[in-house]
Structures are given as structure tokens and as C-alpha cells.
């Protein structure tokens, strides 16, 4: 292959090439650095000259599927005035790196996708140690705070904590930051360093029903309205149904249990959502137990009264209705949902007056759970920190690689 040919295909600035090598499964190019310092790096002084040459062996972006190998003739140089030694500078590498800043930004580029360390580490022939090297030098910043801030918690049993924590801003479409933990202590201190003109932009406040995230917007948030997702609490409804079913499922013949747990999903959603065979099927299925009937009478009413509210003030006088409709029927399998309702109601019947929920927050959590597939989990929090992001941000435009 010829040097000028390759000069332009390896488009490398400060080398100067000087030979070119070719086989079946490798490229390896020997050149020098192109720029000679003019002066001493440690006192300035131009009284410098070569003390000895080392080389040094640079993995460079693969080519035609094949290994790149830069070997570069690197030369320290003697300072005659203040006796130091120094490496002449090397443009296209980072310090302390043995790849091209160019892989590098190609390696973290493939963050962005769902492919694992080893699949990333094979594309461009390197380790997947030094895949692990490079993501773990970025630094991410967090996101300034929007008008709408969203925070949930999802399963990433990262860093020896179980849960982790997503701040994101469903308005715009942005992940703000991912946080090692959910608990208060850490939350607390994490929204003490923000500024205070900042957090008191935020107007909407969009979480679930853990008690943490409330004490949180209590104190960090006094002016926001707190919205409860609607997905976590349509979900204790479906759970205080689902408790019942459960429990009268077992009472029956193992053909009948059967059939009620395959109709699940028949049976947990609104009828209003249901084709017409299917709302026989159901109405077939409720007339063999009048427990299930009662309790599937007492959802429906929940969706009939509460979630057609027009705002907040008619969702919570209806909320307190269908409270009421519970108590009378008293069964204990509610009991949980009806604990949930009673002492979140005010944040409940926010959302009636907002169309903000965690949607966008629950999808991120959905990409969470195939990359932690793809990567067989990720204990090091930093690096999955920095992968979460990767998703949900322009990455390379907001980190901040070491060089």
C-alpha cells in the first residue's frame, strides 16, 4: 500500500509516515511525530536537544477490518538548562493512553447503542478491560433543572445499593442525572447543592408513591405541585383486585384456577377497553364467583367514577366517594390500596389537573433492563451511570473525556 494512499485513508494529524505494512488481518504504520518542541516544558528555556528515542505502539480506528497499529518513533528531549527530561507531545493521543483519541471517541460513541463491552471491545480490536478504561474516564455532568421534574427509582443493584435513581425532565425529553440510591440521606444532601434560583423553577413535581420522594419535595420543592404518576396508582387498584383473585383462585378445582389466571389480563383491564367477546367471556367468568364479581365491580367503579374526573377538585371529591364505597365493602384485600389513597389523595388529584407523568421516565427504565441483559449487570455504578446516559442525552456533546 503506498504511503500517500494511506496518509489520506489514516488522515492523522502531527505523523509524519514513513512505511506501511499489510497482511491478511493487520495495517501497521511506522512514522514519527511531525512537530519538534521549540522549548524546555518544564522551565521553557530553548536549550534542548534529543536524549533518546523510545517506541511506542498506538491502536488506531480499524480499517477494512483490520487492526490498526501506529508505531511511533517518540523522542525525549534533555533540557541543557534546567537538566529535565521530557516526551514530546503527541496530538492524536490522549496522556497515558495507548489507543488514538479518535477510537476513543469511537469506542464512546458506541455507547449510545445496545451492544455489550466484549461485542464493543471485538469491533475494534482492543480489550474489553480498556473498554472499561475509557467510559470510566468520562465525566458526565447533570442537567439543569426544567419546569417539569420527574423522579423514579428503578432495580439496577448497582454500586452495593438495590435501587438507583432517575431525575429526568419529561417535558423536554431528558434525562438529568442517574443517582446511586433512594434514600433520603442521599437525596436530601444531592438537592442541597443545587442551588435554590434553580429548584425554584420547578413547577411540577412527577413521582411515585414512596414516602421519601415526598419529604423530598417538601423540603427542596415547597412551591411545586406534586403529581403522582398515574400508572402507580391505577396499579393499586389493579393490585387490590389481583388480591382477591388470587386468593378465590385458590379455593378452586385446578381446571377452573387455571382458566382465571390465564384471563388475567382480561380480568385487570377497564371494560370499557374490552371487545365484545371478550366482555363475555369476563361476564362468564365473574357469575362463578361472587367474590371476584365484587371485587371486579369495585375496579370498574374506580375507573367509571375517579379517572373520568375533568380536574382536580371532581377527582378528589371522587376519590373520597369511592374511599367510602371501599369502607362499606370492607374486605381486607383493599386494604393497602386503600391506605395509598387516603394518604396521597391531594397528590393523586394534581394529575387530574396536569397531563405530566413518569411515561417517559418508565421507558427509560424498559432500556435499563436490556442493557443490564446485554452487560450480565453492571456493579460499577460510575460506568452504569455513564451507559444510562448514553441513552438519553447527545452524549458526546455533553462528556467530558480525560485527555
Not at 489507543?99 to 461485542?119: G, Q
Not at 415526598?214 to 411545586?224: E, L, S, V
Amino acid at each position: 500500500m503506498q504511503i500517500n494512499n494511506i496518509t489520506k485513508l489514516v488522515g492523522i494529524k502531527g505523523i509524519k509516515l514513513e512505511k506501511v505494512e499489510e497482511t491478511e488481518d493487520k495495517i501497521t504504520i511506522t512514522g514519527k511525530c511531525k512537530k519538534r518542541p521549540k522549548t524546555c516544558l518544564c522551565c521553557g528555556s530553548k536549550k534542548i536537544e534529543i536524549h533518546d528515542h523510545r517506541q511506542q505502539n498506538i491502536r488506531d480506528l480499524p480499517y477494512r477490518d483490520k487492526q490498526v497499529i501506529l508505531k511511533i518513533d517518540i523522542r525525549r528531549f534533555k533540557c541543557r538548562e534546567c537538566g529535565k527530561r521530557f516526551t514530546e507531545d503527541k496530538p492524536f493521543v490522549s496522556k497515558h493512553c495507548q489507543i488514538t483519541k479518535r477510537l476513543k471517541r469511537r469506542v464512546l460513541e458506541e455507547f449510545k447503542n445496545k451492544i455489550s463491552i466484549k461485542d464493543i471491545a471485538k469491533k475494534f480490536y482492543i480489550s474489553p478491560k480498556t473498554v472499561s478504561n475509557i467510559i470510566d474516564t468520562v465525566e458526565i455532568k447533570r442537567l439543569k433543572l426544567g419546569e417539569v421534574l420527574n423522579i423514579d427509582e428503578f432495580k439496577g443493584d448497582s454500586g452495593g445499593e438495590k435501587y438507583q435513581t432517575i431525575i429526568a425532565d419529561s417535558q423536554n425529553k431528558k434525562i438529568l442525572d442517574v443517582l446511586p440510591t433512594r434514600k433520603f440521606d442521599y437525596l436530601d444532601k444531592y438537592f442541597s447543592q443545587i442551588p435554590k434560583e434553580e429548584k425554584d423553577k420547578v413547577k411540577i413535581f412527577v413521582s411515585d408513591m414512596y414516602r421519601p420522594y415526598r419529604d423530598i419535595k417538601k423540603k427542596h420543592f415547597p412551591n411545586a405541585k406534586h403529581l403522582i404518576d398515574r400508572y402507580h396508582f391505577i396499579r393499586q387498584v389493579t393490585w387490590g383486585f389481583e388480591n382477591t383473585r388470587i386468593s378465590e383462585s385458590k379455593k378452586m378445582k385446578k381446571q377452573e384456577r387455571i382458566h382465571f389466571m390465564r384471563s388475567k389480563s382480561l380480568l385487570t383491564k377497564p371494560m370499557i377497553k374490552l371487545e365484545d367477546d371478550e366482555k363475555i367471556k369476563v361476564s362468564i367468568m365473574l357469575e362463578r364467583n361472587e367474590e371476584i364479581r365484587k371485587a371486579y365491580l369495585t375496579k370498574e367503579t374506580f375507573y367509571n367514577l375517579v379517572m373520568k374526573s375533568e380536574n382536580k377538585e371532581k377527582a378528589q371529591r371522587n376519590i373520597q366517594g369511592w374511599i367510602v364505597y371501599l369502607l362499606e365493602d370492607g374486605s381486607i384485600k383493599w386494604r393497602s390500596c386503600l391506605t395509598a389513597f387516603k394518604n396521597w389523595i391531594e397528590q393523586i388529584s394534581n394529575s387530574f389537573d396536569y397531563e405530566f407523568t413518569n411515561g417517559y421516565v418508565e421507558g427509560i427504565n424498559n432500556k435499563i433492563k436490556v442493557l443490564k441483559r446485554i452487560t450480565f449487570g453492571m456493579k460499577n455504578f460510575k460506568r452504569f451511570r455513564n451507559r444510562i446516559l448514553a441513552y438519553g442525552m447527545i452524549f458526546l456533546q455533553l462528556l467530558k473525556v480525560s485527555e
